[in-house]
C-alpha cells in the first residue's frame, strides 16, 4: 500500500516545484497517514466481520452436533431398552423352566414328607396296638395261671374227696348223696321261685309302664310356668302416694273392701298384694289396676271399682267351670260345682295352676281308664275334681282332698268318686281301682318336667350353695346371693386380693357356678373390694 502512495505522488513531486513539493508531499504524506488508518479499520472490521460469521458458523455446527448427538443418545436408548427386554425374555424363559422345576420339586417333598408323617402316624398306631397287644397277652397269661391255681385245688379237693368216698359205706354215700340232692332241689327251688316273683314283678311293672306311658302319650300339655307373687306394677313412683292417700285412708278402704294387705315399700315402681284367698288376690289386683287407669282414688270409687270387679271375676269363674267342663266332655255336674272349679283357675301349688292340673289329670286318667277296659267318663271326672278342696281350704279345716269329698258327696256324686276324691292322697282306704288311677295321674301330672316350680326347700339349698362356691375362694371376706339368687355378692379383703386378681375371681366363680349349679336364667356374679380407712376423735 505503501508502494502505491509513493508511487501516486512521485511524480507530482519531481515535476512540481520545491514550495508547491512541499505542500504536496505533506498532503500526500496525511493522504497516505489516512488511507493507511482506513485500510487498518477496514482489516479489523473484516476481520471482526469474519470472526463474527465464524462464531454463528460454529454456533450452527455445535447445534448440529447437539441435536446429532440427541438423536444419537435416543437411539443408544431405544436400543438399550430393546435390549434389556430381550434379555429380560431370555432369563425368563430361562427361569420359568427353572420354577417348574423347583415347584414340582417342593411338590414331591411335601408328598414325601405327608407319606412320612403318615407311615409315623402308622407306627405310632401299631406300636400302641402292640403294646396292647402285650398287656393283653399278659393279662391272659396271668388268667391262665390262676386258673391253673384253681385247677390243681380243685384236683387237690377231688382227690380228698374221693379218698373220703372210698373210706366210706354203701349207707354213707348214700345218704351223703341224698343230702347234697336235697340242698341243691332245695336251692334250685329258690331260685325258681325267686325268677318267677321277679318274672311277675317284671311283667306288672312293663303292663303299668305301658299304660301310663300310653296315656301320657296320647295327652300333650303345656308346662307350667306361671309366678305365685300378685303384683301390680305402678306408671310412677308418685301413684304410691295416691294410692296411700291422705293419712292412708285410700289404701284402707281398699283392703277392707277386698280383705287382703297392700305392702308399698322401697321397691320402685311395685305394689305388692298379699292375701290367703287367691279370688281376694285377683279382685284386689284388678281393681287397683282398674283405679291406676281411671286415675280417680278415693273411697266412693274404690268401692264403686271393686264391686264392678267382683261381678267380672264372679263371670269369669263360671266361665272357667263351664270351659273345663267343656273340655274334658263332662255333663251332670251342679252349676255350685261348676263355680267352685273356676275359682281354682287363681289356686296355685308350687307354681302349677290347679284348674290347669286338674283338667290335664282328667285327661290322663281318662286315658288311663281307657287302656284298662274302664270308664273313662268316670276317670275323667275324678281327675277334674280331685283338687276341687283346694278352692275351699283356705276357710274350712281339714285336708282338701276330704274337703273336696264332702262338697262332691253334697251335691250327689257317686260313692266311686267321692272315694277316689278322698283317697287320693291317702286320707282314707281305697275302695276301687280308680282311686289307685288317681293317686298314680297325680303324680304323672305333678313330677313331669315343667309342671311345678322348686320347693322352698330346694331353692334355699341352691342359694346356701351359690354362697358356699363364692366362699371357697381364697381371699373372700363375704358373699351374700341376692336378687332371689340371681346375683350373688362376695366381698374380698383388699390387703389380700388386687383389682386385677378380683376381677379373675369374678370369672373364676362364673365359671364355677356354671359347672357346678343348676339355675334358670343367668346369675350375676359381683366382686367388691374396697379399703375403709376409719378414725375416731375424742
Given at each position: 500500500?505503501?508502494?502505491?502512495?509513493?508511487?501516486?505522488?512521485?511524480?507530482?513531486?519531481?515535476?512540481?516545484?520545491?514550495?508547491?513539493?512541499?505542500?504536496?508531499?505533506?498532503?500526500?504524506?496525511?493522504?497516505?497517514?489516512?488511507?493507511?488508518?482506513?485500510?487498518?479499520?477496514?482489516?479489523?472490521?473484516?476481520?471482526?466481520?469474519?470472526?463474527?460469521?465464524?462464531?454463528?458458523?460454529?454456533?450452527?455446527?455445535?447445534?448440529?452436533?447437539?441435536?446429532?448427538?440427541?438423536?444419537?443418545?435416543?437411539?443408544?436408548?431405544?436400543?438399550?431398552?430393546?435390549?434389556?427386554?430381550?434379555?429380560?425374555?431370555?432369563?425368563?424363559?430361562?427361569?420359568?423352566?427353572?420354577?417348574?422345576?423347583?415347584?414340582?420339586?417342593?411338590?414331591?417333598?411335601?408328598?414325601?414328607?405327608?407319606?412320612?408323617?403318615?407311615?409315623?402316624?402308622?407306627?405310632?398306631?401299631?406300636?400302641?396296638?402292640?403294646?396292647?397287644?402285650?398287656?393283653?397277652?399278659?393279662?391272659?397269661?396271668?388268667?391262665?395261671?390262676?386258673?391253673?391255681?384253681?385247677?390243681?385245688?380243685?384236683?387237690?379237693?377231688?382227690?380228698?374227696?374221693?379218698?373220703?368216698?372210698?373210706?366210706?359205706?354203701e349207707n354213707q354215700a348214700?345218704?351223703?348223696?341224698?343230702?347234697?340232692?336235697?340242698?341243691?332241689?332245695?336251692?334250685?327251688?329258690?331260685?325258681?321261685?325267686?325268677?318267677?316273683?321277679?318274672?311277675?314283678?317284671?311283667?306288672?311293672?312293663?303292663?303299668?309302664?305301658?299304660?301310663?306311658?300310653?296315656?301320657?302319650?296320647?295327652?300333650?300339655?303345656?308346662?307350667?310356668?306361671?309366678?305365685?307373687?300378685?303384683?301390680?306394677?305402678?306408671?310412677?313412683?308418685?301413684?304410691?302416694?295416691?294410692?296411700?292417700?291422705?293419712?292412708?285412708?285410700?289404701?284402707?278402704?281398699?283392703?277392707?273392701?277386698?280383705?287382703?294387705?297392700?305392702?308399698?315399700?322401697?321397691?320402685?315402681?311395685?305394689?305388692?298384694?298379699?292375701?290367703?284367698?287367691?279370688?281376694?288376690?285377683?279382685?284386689?289386683?284388678?281393681?287397683?289396676?282398674?283405679?291406676?287407669?281411671?286415675?280417680?282414688?278415693?273411697?266412693?270409687?274404690?268401692?264403686?271399682?271393686?264391686?264392678?270387679?267382683?261381678?267380672?271375676?264372679?263371670?269369669?269363674?263360671?266361665?272357667?267351670?263351664?270351659?273345663?267342663?267343656?273340655?274334658?266332655?263332662?255333663?251332670?255336674?251342679?252349676?255350685?260345682?261348676?263355680?267352685?272349679?273356676?275359682?281354682?283357675?287363681?289356686?296355685?301349688?308350687?307354681?302349677?295352676?290347679?284348674?290347669?292340673?286338674?283338667?290335664?289329670?282328667?285327661?290322663?286318667?281318662?286315658?288311663?281308664?281307657?287302656?284298662?277296659?274302664?270308664?273313662?267318663?268316670?276317670?275323667?271326672?275324678?281327675?277334674?275334681?280331685?283338687?276341687?278342696?283346694?278352692?275351699?281350704?283356705?276357710?274350712?279345716?281339714?285336708?282338701?282332698?276330704?274337703?273336696?269329698?264332702?262338697?262332691?258327696?253334697?251335691?250327689?256324686?257317686?260313692?266311686?268318686?267321692?272315694?277316689?276324691?278322698?283317697?287320693?292322697?291317702?286320707?282314707?282306704?281305697?275302695?276301687?281301682?280308680?282311686?289307685?288311677?288317681?293317686?298314680?295321674?297325680?303324680?304323672?301330672?305333678?313330677?313331669?318336667?315343667?309342671?311345678?316350680?322348686?320347693?322352698?326347700d330346694l331353692y334355699i339349698?341352691?342359694?346356701?350353695?351359690?354362697?358356699?362356691?363364692?366362699?371357697?375362694?381364697?381371699?373372700?371376706?363375704?358373699?351374700?346371693?341376692?336378687?332371689?339368687?340371681?346375683?350373688?355378692?362376695?366381698?374380698?379383703?383388699?390387703?389380700?386380693?388386687?383389682?386385677?386378681?378380683?376381677?379373675?375371681?369374678?370369672?373364676?366363680?362364673?365359671?364355677?357356678?356354671?359347672?357346678?349349679?343348676e339355675y334358670p336364667g343367668?346369675?350375676?356374679?359381683?366382686?367388691?373390694?374396697?379399703?375403709?380407712?376409719?378414725?375416731?376423735?375424742?
Amino acid at each position: 500500500m505503501q508502494v502505491d502512495i509513493q508511487s501516486a505522488l512521485l511524480p507530482g513531486i519531481i515535476g512540481a516545484p520545491i514550495g508547491t513539493m512541499q505542500v504536496d508531499l505533506t498532503l500526500a504524506l496525511l493522504m497516505g497517514v489516512i488511507g493507511a488508518l482506513l485500510g487498518y479499520l477496514a482489516g479489523i472490521i473484516m476481520s471482526r466481520i469474519r470472526a463474527t460469521a465464524a462464531e454463528v458458523n460454529a454456533e450452527k455446527i455445535i447445534a448440529n452436533a447437539n441435536r446429532e448427538a440427541e438423536v444419537i443418545r435416543k437411539d443408544a436408548s431405544v436400543e438399550a431398552k430393546d435390549t434389556v427386554i430381550r434379555v429380560r425374555e431370555v432369563f425368563e424363559e430361562k427361569t420359568s423352566d427353572k420354577r417348574k422345576e423347583l415347584s414340582a420339586l417342593e411338590d414331591r417333598i411335601s408328598a414325601r414328607e405327608a407319606n412320612l408323617e403318615r407311615k409315623v402316624s402308622m407306627i405310632e398306631k401299631k406300636e400302641d396296638s402292640i403294646d396292647a397287644r402285650i398287656a393283653e397277652i399278659e393279662e391272659r397269661k396271668q388268667e391262665n395261671l390262676d386258673r391253673e391255681k384253681k385247677l390243681e385245688q380243685l384236683n387237690t379237693e377231688q382227690r380228698s374227696m374221693l379218698q373220703q368216698v372210698a373210706s366210706m359205706t354203701e349207707n354213707q354215700a348214700r345218704q351223703t348223696l341224698l343230702s347234697e340232692l336235697e340242698v341243691d332241689l332245695a336251692h334250685d327251688s329258690a331260685r325258681l321261685v325267686r325268677h318267677a316273683q321277679d318274672r311277675a314283678k317284671e311283667d306288672a311293672e312293663k303292663n303299668a309302664r305301658k299304660v301310663i306311658a300310653t296315656a301320657i302319650e296320647r295327652y300333650a300339655a303345656d308346662q307350667v310356668g306361671e309366678t305365685t307373687t300378685c303384683s301390680v306394677v305402678l306408671p310412677n313412683d308418685e301413684m304410691k302416694g295416691r294410692i296411700i292417700g291422705r293419712e292412708g285412708r285410700n289404701i284402707r278402704s281398699l283392703e277392707a273392701a277386698v280383705g287382703v294387705n297392700i305392702l308399698i315399700d322401697d321397691t320402685p315402681e311395685i305394689v305388692v298384694i298379699s292375701g290367703f284367698d287367691p279370688l281376694r288376690r285377683e279382685i284386689a289386683r284388678r281393681s287397683l289396676e282398674a283405679l291406676i287407669n281411671d286415675g280417680r282414688i278415693h273411697p266412693a270409687r274404690i268401692e264403686e271399682i271393686v264391686s264392678k270387679t267382683e261381678a267380672e271375676v264372679d263371670l269369669l269363674v263360671r266361665q272357667a267351670g263351664d270351659d273345663a267342663n267343656y273340655e274334658l266332655k263332662l255333663a251332670g255336674l251342679a252349676p255350685e260345682i261348676t263355680c267352685t272349679l273356676g275359682r281354682l283357675k287363681f289356686r296355685y301349688s308350687y307354681g302349677q295352676n290347679v284348674l290347669s292340673h286338674s283338667v290335664e289329670m282328667g285327661h290322663i286318667m281318662g286315658m288311663m281308664a281307657s287302656e284298662l277296659g274302664l270308664d273313662p267318663v268316670v276317670g275323667r271326672r275324678i281327675g277334674l275334681l280331685h283338687d276341687i278342696g283346694k278352692a275351699l281350704d283356705h276357710s274350712i279345716e281339714g285336708s282338701h282332698a276330704i274337703i273336696g269329698a264332702d262338697l262332691i258327696r253334697k251335691h250327689g256324686e257317686s260313692g266311686t268318686v267321692v272315694n277316689a276324691v278322698a283317697a287320693h292322697h291317702n286320707d282314707v282306704e281305697p275302695e276301687s281301682i280308680y282311686a289307685i288311677l288317681t293317686k298314680a295321674a297325680d303324680a304323672i301330672t305333678a313330677s313331669r318336667p315343667g309342671a311345678r316350680s322348686e320347693t322352698t326347700d330346694l331353692y334355699i339349698q341352691r342359694l346356701e350353695k351359690l354362697e358356699r362356691i363364692a366362699n371357697s375362694f381364697s381371699g373372700v371376706d363375704k358373699s351374700y346371693a341376692i336378687q332371689a339368687g340371681r346375683e350373688v355378692r362376695v366381698i374380698v379383703a383388699p390387703k389380700k386380693i388386687s383389682d386385677g386378681e378380683a376381677a379373675q375371681m369374678a370369672r373364676n366363680i362364673c365359671k364355677q357356678v356354671e359347672s357346678e349349679l343348676e339355675y334358670p336364667g343367668q346369675i350375676k356374679v359381683t366382686v367388691v373390694r374396697e379399703t375403709r380407712c376409719v378414725e375416731y376423735a375424742r
